[in-house]
């Protein structure tokens, strides 16, 4: 089983529209969570934290349900430049804070 | 502008030659730095800790004699692929872990392209 799952996707949704997509996590000993953003042929790029009371920036909402292991990214009011594909990241904090990521989920904004 | 960089951005190389990768943390020390690989439409996959000063940390199942990393201060580590082949032709990138009041960001390189032919 992988350590991070994701949905690849692709999620082809309208401009202005919300999207949605989840991660799950095997280790539950896993102790930091991210968004990454990754667009083609380039490095990830750290969207947002998630923590544990979930948390906003601007259109994004991040949530984390430790009971089922899986956190969620929502986006609201979708942009053109919000196509690109979204990494979740999961950090163990006793493994040295080694990064597991997901395979990640592509979002495709039309408009 | 980018916290840490890394070059070669692309480098094409012939079967059976070495290739050196740089990644370097630009006005922070970083006493550990991450390399990853990365194939097509896959996840970013962890394949050793560079350690400063010490031996790297590898991954299961990734050849220590095949990527050679050396971090020899405190703003270098490279990652040298040895007899290049084909199947090594991947996406390579390394980033670093900052430790600031707020805890723990990572930050990546630009990434490297290398193309074995």
């Known amino acids: 089983r992988k350590e991070v799952e994701q949905d690849p996707g692709p999620f082809n949704v309208p401009e202005g529209a919300t999207v949605a997509f989840n991660c799950t996590y095997s280790?539950?000993?896993?102790?930091?969570f991210f968004w990454y953003r990754q667009d083609c042929r380039k490095e990830p790029k750290l969207l947002m934290s998630v923590y544990s009371s979930g948390n906003e920036d601007g259109r994004f909402t991040a949530q984390l349900n430790r009971a089922s292991q899986y956190i969620s990214l929502l986006i609201r009011d979708s942009k053109l430049s919000d196509s690109a594909t979204y990494l979740c990241v999961v950090s163990d904090r006793s493994n040295d804070y080694k990064l597991s990521f997901g395979a990640g989920t592509t979002v495709t904004v039309r408009a | 502008g980018a916290v840490v960089s890394q070059h070669p951005s692309r480098v094409i190389c012939k079967s059976g030659t070495s290739v050196k990768i740089e990644c370097r943390s630009l006005?922070?020390?970083?006493?550990?730095m991450f390399w990853y690989r990365q194939f097509p439409k896959k996840s970013l996959m962890l394949m050793a800790t560079s350690n400063e000063g010490s031996k790297a940390t590898y991954e299961q199942g990734v050849e220590k004699d095949k990527f050679l990393i050396n971090h020899a201060s405190l703003t270098l580590s490279t990652l040298t692929v040895t007899s290049a082949h084909p199947e090594d032709s991947s996406f390579y990138i390394c980033s670093a872990r900052v430790t600031g009041s707020s805890g723990n960001t990572i930050y990546f390189g630009e990434g490297s392209w290398l193309t074995v032919v």
């Open positions: 006005d922070f020390q970083a006493t550990t």
């Open positions: 280790n539950s000993a896993s102790q930091s």
